[in-house]
C-alpha cells in the first residue's frame, strides 16, 4: 500500500495526507496549481525541496521507506521503483519505441520479453518506430510501456490522457481498465477533469493549494462536500446559505428544518424538510448544496410531496440531448437553481421560457455543511 504524508512550506505549499492500496486507482483532483503534479513529484523522488517534511511508503520492509524526514531517509528517484507517465510522454525522439522502454527495464530484459510487452500493449510491429513515426495514442502507450517495464511497485500518471484526442482517449481508457485487471498495484492518476475522476478513479483527492480537503468515492464526494471550497472545486452550481432546525413537532421523523435564506438583506426566505443527521447545533449557520439528479420538475404541483417549489422558468439553453435551465423560486426571486434537463422532457412538459414549473426536492438530495466561523 502506498502511504503519503507531505508537509511543505515555501513556494510549493503541499498538506497532503492520503493512501492507495494494491490493485486502487486514486485520482488527485484539483484546478492548476493545486499541487497535483508537486505530490506526484515528491511520491516519485523528483522534489527537490529542502524544506519537504513527512513520510512516503509503499510497504513494510525497509526498501519499502522512501522518504522519512523525521529519520533522515530520502530515497533518490532511481532508487524507488515507480513508474512514471508524463502528461507529453517525454519520449527520446532519437530513440525506437524499443529503445526507450529498453531504458526503464529493471532488471535488464531480453527481446521476448518486450516483444511480449508490445504486444499487450497495442504495440505489435511498432517496436523499431521513432516517436515522431508514432501516433498521439502510440506514444502514450509506449510511456505506458516504458513505465512498466520498470516493474513498479506504484504507477503514477500525470494527466497521460489530455494530450490525445477523445476517440484515442476512449482507448487509452479501455487499456487502463484491462491494466488494472493484470498489474495489482497501486495506481495514481492526476487529472483536473472531473469526469475523467468519476470514470476512472475507485477515490478522489480533492487539493487546494497544496492541501488534501477531501478524500473519498468519486460519487460520495461530489454529492457530498465537505465544505464550501470543496463544493466550489467539484463544480457543484447550487451552492445556497442558510440556517439548521433540528427535529421539530411539524416535522417527519428523522428529519429537522432548512430555511433557505434569500440576499443579504434577508428578503424571503424558504423552508425545507431534510434529513437530520443530529450533527448540527439548532440554529446553526449552513451552507448547503442538492444533488441535481435527484430533483424531480412537472407542470402541475404535488400536494403531497415534501419541498415542492412553485418556480419561474428564467432561461432555457440548449446543448443537443441536454439542456441547461434556470429556475427562479416564486417565494425567493434572488436565488435560482440550475439544472442540465433532456431537452425531450422539457418538449414533452411544454416548458417555455417564462412559464411555471414545479421543482420537488427531496429530502435526501439535500447537502449541508457547517459554515466555519472565523
Same mark, same amino acid.
Given at each position: 500500500?502506498?502511504?503519503?504524508?507531505?508537509?511543505?512550506?515555501?513556494?510549493?505549499?503541499?498538506?497532503?495526507?492520503?493512501?492507495?492500496?494494491?490493485?486502487?486507482?486514486?485520482a488527485l483532483v484539483g484546478p492548476s496549481g493545486s499541487g497535483k503534479t508537486s505530490v506526484l513529484r515528491a511520491v516519485a523522488g523528483l522534489l527537490k525541496s529542502p524544506g519537504l517534511q513527512g513520510r512516503v511508503s509503499v510497504g513494510n520492509r525497509a526498501e519499502d521507506l522512501w522518504f522519512d524526514s523525521v529519520r533522515g531517509i530520502r530515497r533518490a528517484a532511481q532508487q524507488r521503483r515507480v513508474g512514471l507517465v508524463f502528461q507529453h510522454y517525454a519520449l527520446f525522439p532519437h530513440l525506437t519505441a524499443i529503445e526507450n522502454v529498453a531504458l526503464a527495464a529493471h532488471p535488464p530484459r531480453d527481446a521476448a520479453y518486450f516483444d511480449t510487452l508490445f504486444e499487450r500493449m497495442g504495440l505489435a510491429g511498432l517496436q523499431h518506430r521513432r516517436p515522431s513515426q508514432l501516433s498521439g495514442g502510440q506514444q502514450q502507450r509506449v510511456a505506458l510501456a516504458r513505465a512498466l517495464a520498470r516493474e513498479p511497485q506504484v504507477?503514477? +500518471?500525470?494527466?497521460?490522457?489530455?494530450?490525445? %484526442? &477523445?476517440?484515442?482517449?476512449? !482507448? =487509452?481508457?479501455?487499456? @487502463?481498465?484491462?491494466l488494472r485487471q493484470s498489474v495489482a498495484i497501486p495506481m495514481v492518476l492526476v487529472t483536473h477533469d472531473l469526469n475523467e475522476a468519476r470514470r476512472l478513479a475507485d477515490r478522489v483527492v480533492i487539493l487546494d493549494a497544496g492541501e488534501s480537503l477531501q478524500v473519498g468515492p468519486p460519487a460520495r464526494v461530489f454529492a457530498s462536500p465537505r465544505n464550501a471550497r470543496v463544493a466550489e472545486l467539484v463544480g457543484i452550481q447550487n451552492h445556497f446559505q442558510g440556517r439548521f432546525f433540528s427535529n421539530g413537532p411539524g416535522d417527519a421523523p428523522?428529519?429537522?428544518?432548512?430555511?433557505?435564506?434569500?440576499d443579504e438583506a434577508g428578503t424571503g426566505h424558504i423552508s425545507l424538510s431534510v434529513v437530520d443527521k443530529k450533527r448540527l447545533d439548532q440554529g446553526a449557520e449552513v451552507s448547503w448544496v442538492v444533488a441535481g439528479? +435527484?430533483?424531480?420538475?412537472?407542470?402541475?404541483? %404535488? &400536494?403531497?410531496?415534501?419541498? !415542492? =417549489?412553485?418556480?419561474? @422558468?428564467?432561461?432555457?439553453?440548449?446543448?443537443?440531448?441536454?439542456?441547461?435551465?434556470?429556475?427562479?423560486?416564486?417565494?425567493?426571486p434572488s436565488q435560482c437553481i440550475t439544472?442540465?434537463?433532456?431537452?425531450?422532457?422539457l418538449r414533452q412538459l411544454g416548458a417555455v421560457p417564462g412559464g411555471v414549473l414545479y421543482l420537488h426536492i427531496p429530502p435526501e438530495a439535500v447537502h449541508i455543511m457547517p459554515v466555519r466561523q472565523t
Open positions: 500500500m502506498l502511504q503519503v504524508l507531505l508537509k511543505n512550506e515555501g513556494p510549493i505549499r503541499l498538506d497532503a495526507e492520503f493512501n492507495c492500496v494494491r490493485g486502487e486507482l486514486l504507477l503514477l +500518471l500525470d494527466e497521460p490522457f489530455s494530450a490525445v %484526442d &477523445a476517440p484515442t482517449r476512449q !482507448t =487509452l481508457y479501455h487499456e @487502463l481498465a484491462a428523522g428529519c429537522g428544518r432548512l430555511v433557505w435564506h434569500g439528479e +435527484l430533483l424531480d420538475i412537472s407542470v402541475q404541483a %404535488d &400536494a403531497q410531496a415534501l419541498n !415542492t =417549489l412553485a418556480c419561474s @422558468l428564467r432561461e432555457v439553453l440548449p446543448l443537443g440531448e441536454i439542456s441547461l435551465c434556470t429556475l427562479v423560486p416564486a417565494q425567493l439544472l442540465n434537463l433532456s431537452s425531450a422532457a
